[in-house]
């Protein structure tokens, strides 16, 4: 009689990156007012290499990096910025999220800036070598650039996801809310605008001097 013989695959084990990832959200969910310190530390992990994620680099084309999702659920987001020669983003902030950014290599610049009114002002510039890992605390206004014409590849994680992130063109005196496939520069399609303002010191003076001359009009009409 003849028997039917049945093959027993076993499962494929998981590779050390994708461990390393399943730890961060292991971390991230089992965690609440300390997740913050423990995401970062899972982001210390040797296995976030640039050779383990040298095929998900974009090159950045006519933006300041190339910008590559590797994980994202409605908690957490994992992105991979592939930094062109002394290429620099806007100044951002992240929306209502909070990261970590580690260097993979190369040479990153990093400047954070405070918000006054229609004006922003750097109060810090930084430089950042491979391996560095900083936070990105939530209200955070910011940006980065590669220091060098050698490669600068970052690792970046975001919880929640970024949602409603505004970048600041300083030159234009504009800034806006950027969709969420949108990284951090001007986007080339209106359809990645979700809305824009006039922004800058040009825009606090041409509203002083409104102001102004509504007082001056009020102060007329009162006295007639």
């Given at each position: 009689m003849a028997t039917i013989s049945h093959s027993v695959t076993s499962p494929t084990p998981a590779s050390p990156f994708e461990e390393a990832l399943a730890d961060v959200l292991h971390r991230f969910g089992a965690r609440s007012a300390d997740?913050?310190?423990?995401?970062a530390w899972a982001l210390a992990n040797p296995v976030f290499n640039l050779d383990q994620l040298r095929n998900y680099l974009m090159a950045p084309?006519?933006?300041p990096y190339g910008r590559r999702m590797i994980f994202q659920n409605e908690h957490i987001e994992l992105i991979v910025m592939n930094w062109g020669e002394r290429a620099k983003s806007?100044?951002?902030?992240?929306?209502q999220s909070e990261g970590w950014v580690r260097v993979l290599c190369g040479s990153a610049l990093h400047a954070r800036y405070?918000?006054?009114?229609d004006q922003l002002q750097c109060v810090e510039e930084q430089r950042y070598a491979a391996g560095t890992i900083f936070?990105?605390?939530?209200?955070?206004?910011?940006h980065m650039g590669n220091a060098t014409a050698e490669p600068l590849v970052t690792l970046h994680c975001y919880f929640p996801p970024i949602h409603r992130m505004e970048v600041f063109d300083m030159e234009a005196s504009r800034a806006a809310i950027v969709s969420d496939?949108?990284?951090?520069w001007w986007p080339d399609s209106d359809g990645q605008i979700v809305e824009t303002r006039v922004f800058g010191p040009e825009h606090a003076g041409a509203i002083?001097?409104?102001?102004?001359?509504?007082a001056i009009s009020a102060e007329a009409s009162h006295a007639g």
């Open positions: 997740r913050a310190q423990w995401v084309g006519r933006n806007l100044p951002h902030d992240h929306g405070s918000a006054e009114g936070h990105a605390p939530v209200g955070m206004v910011h496939d949108c990284g951090a002083s001097a409104m102001s102004a001359m509504s």
